[in-house]
């Protein structure tokens, strides 16, 4: 079975350019969830979906991240502009059902954003 | 603040000694998940512990959970060199929602 995959794996850019972040989940699983993880820190959850509708947005920076995930499968997320302080890796994750706490989360291995 | 806390923030042991790294949260949890993350990988889920549940195994791994004191411990036994990596705990809240990480131990085994 494959896994979630996430392009690109690292990204350098300037401040106050624009950035996007590609995640395809693994097949057939509806919840998708983006994570920022600071340097040894934990992940913070940026955002979950389920199937293509929006279940907690609430630790996203609205005023410069976005996010969509069309027709349920794939999903992008963008920063625009970048500061300093959105250095980190961000995380992809799947899980095949939300509704059910029992659930395992499926990661892919991320991309380091550097902001320079 | 995190809902889930780990200790110690740093381990270091010798090979084939146990590892123990605890978690606290604070508020009512549906289940207690442990994931690991090698360095400059993604996470990877090892084991699941419910609210009713006390004790879990899974190979060398042993989990227990005690919901009066709202704290869950990991138990590696017999580590191993390839068991350096960092621990998270994740608690979850709801049905399937508000998955909380806490900060993670960073365990290193040394050879």
């Known amino acids: 079975e494959a896994g979630v995959a996430q392009s690109p794996r690292y990204k350098i850019i300037e401040k106050r350019q624009s950035v996007a972040f590609w995640c395809n989940p693994i097949?057939?699983?509806?919840?998708l969830y983006w994570y920022q993880q600071i340097l040894g820190q934990g992940p913070k959850l940026l955002i979950q979906f389920q199937n293509n509708g929006v279940v907690d947005d609430s630790q996203l920076p609205k005023d410069r991240f976005s996010a969509e995930r069309l027709k349920g499968v794939d999903s992008t997320l963008k920063i625009q502009p970048a500061k300093l302080e959105d250095s980190a890796v961000y995380l992809c994750?799947?899980?095949?059902?939300?509704?059910?706490?029992?659930?395992?989360?499926?990661f892919g291995p991320g991309t380091r954003l550097t902001v320079l | 603040s995190q809902q889930g806390e780990e200790d110690p923030q740093a381990l270091s042991i010798q090979e084939g000694e146990n590892a123990t790294m605890n978690c606290s949260y604070k508020t009512s949890i549906n289940n207690l998940q442990w994931y690991r993350q090698n360095s400059g990988r993604g996470l990877v889920h090892l084991i699941l512990i419910r609210s009713n549940e006390r004790e879990k195994h899974s190979g060398r791994l042993r989990v227990t959970l005690d919901t009066s004191k709202k704290s869950s411990s990991l138990l590696i036994t017999a580590s191993r060199a390839a068991d350096t990596a960092s621990y998270f705990c994740?608690?979850?809240?709801?049905?399937?929602?508000?998955?909380?990480f806490g900060p993670g131990t960073r365990l290193s085994v040394l050879p």
């Open positions: 097949s057939g699983h509806a919840t």
């Open positions: 994740a608690t979850v809240l709801n049905y399937g929602q508000n998955f909380v």
């Open positions: 994750a799947s899980s095949p059902l939300s509704g059910r706490a029992n659930n395992e989360q499926f």
